[in-house]
């Protein structure tokens, strides 16, 4: 019998010790940062050189949260 952890359960055992502390809304501030950073990403890739500066600052979180809550009020 082999005593070593399997992939799957180092798997399970990594992704319990990395989620244990996150809650929904630090989920959902990385989901909104990972998009935005590859919109950013996109945005410097498909402009020239010498036009990446008119990529623009994209709204942080914070600001969109206050942005939706005022919309749905």
């Not at 319990?16 to 940062?33: F, I, K, N, P, V």
């Not at 950013?40 to 939706?68: F, H, I, M, S, V």
Request: glycine share 4%.
């Amino acid at each position: 019998m082999n005593s070593q952890p399997t992939v799957v359960q180092l798997f399970v055992i990594l992704a319990t010790l990395l989620t244990e502390g996150c809650s929904l809304a630090d989920w959902q501030r990385m989901g909104y940062e990972t998009v935005q950073n590859a919109k950013r990403q996109q945005c410097q890739t498909d402009l020239p050189r010498d036009k990446e500066g008119e990529c623009q600052q994209r709204e942080n979180y914070d600001a969109y949260q206050q942005r939706r809550t005022e919309n749905t009020e």
